[in-house]
């Protein structure tokens, strides 16, 4: 990735929040003739000395677990908010359009888990994380059928090696550009985008 310094997050907690407001991940991996990618609602982890783990699940019929068995080593590749910024939006009309994003990849090794325990696990690990703000969260042992339709995934834990992020959005342009895009960004409903880039720049909304 080309990850200028300006657009890097600074902590990785900026990191953290955008992958659990945005957990689906492109899981990419390859033997070096076949590559393979999965769309996977990953939860991310971090022990006490805060190092980065995600726990997920494939499919049973899903053919990249062939490339994972050969070379567990994979590329997650995550995306937060992003859309096109108009320069028909700006009152200074001489800045180009652009895209902003937010985006962080992390190399990761994949281990791959058996039995119903871990698979049951995985499931409970990403249903808590998402009915998290339920009034009334959802159980995984409300279902009857959990069991079995525990017996087609196949539960993993990936650990971390290293990541890159790239947070771009609106760093460096001058505070009147900023402004104007917040005003179209919400008039057209990319609210998620105006939002990040309130927290970015420290505005109030």
């Known amino acids: 990735m080309n990850n200028p310094e300006i657009f890097q997050p600074k902590t990785?907690?900026?990191?953290?929040?955008?992958?659990?407001r945005n957990p689906l991940a492109l899981v990419i991996?390859?033997?070096?003739?076949?590559?393979?990618?999965?769309?996977?609602?990953?939860?991310l982890q971090r022990d006490a000395e805060g190092n980065a783990s995600f726990i997920g699940h494939f499919s049973i019929h899903n053919p990249q677990l062939a490339l994972i068995r050969k070379n567990p080593?994979?590329?997650?590749?995550?995306?937060?908010?992003?859309?096109?910024?108009?320069?028909?939006?700006?009152?200074?009309?001489?800045?180009a359009p652009t895209?902003?994003?937010?985006?962080?990849?992390?190399?990761?090794?994949?281990?791959?888990?058996?039995?119903?325990?871990?698979?049951?696990?995985?499931?409970?690990?990403l249903v808590s994380h998402m009915?998290?703000?339920?009034?009334?969260?959802w159980k995984i042992e409300e279902?009857?059928?959990?069991?079995?339709?525990?017996?087609?995934?196949?539960?993993?834990?990936?650990?971390?090696?290293?990541?890159?992020?790239?947070?771009?959005?609106?760093?460096?342009?001058?505070?009147?550009l900023i402004q104007d895009s917040l005003v179209a960004l919400r008039r057209t409903g990319n609210h998620g985008l105006a939002d990040a880039m309130t927290r970015m720049h420290k505005l109030d909304t």
């Open 12 to 20: 990785t907690q900026e990191i953290d929040q955008m992958i659990a």
């Open 29 to 43: 991996s390859a033997d070096g003739v076949n590559i393979q990618a999965s769309p996977l609602p990953l939860i």
């Open 73 to 95: 080593r994979a590329l997650l590749a995550f995306t937060g908010v992003q859309g096109y910024i108009s320069s028909a939006w700006l009152s200074d009309r001489r800045y």
């Open 99 to 125: 895209w902003n994003y937010e985006v962080a990849h992390f190399e990761v090794d994949i281990h791959l888990e058996e039995g119903p325990a871990a698979a049951m696990h995985a499931l409970g690990t």
């Open 131 to 137: 009915d998290a703000n339920e009034p009334h969260p």
């Open 143 to 176: 279902s009857p059928r959990a069991e079995q339709l525990a017996k087609f995934i196949v539960p993993f834990r990936a650990t971390a090696l290293s990541c890159q992020a790239q947070f771009k959005l609106g760093q460096g342009d001058p505070e009147s």
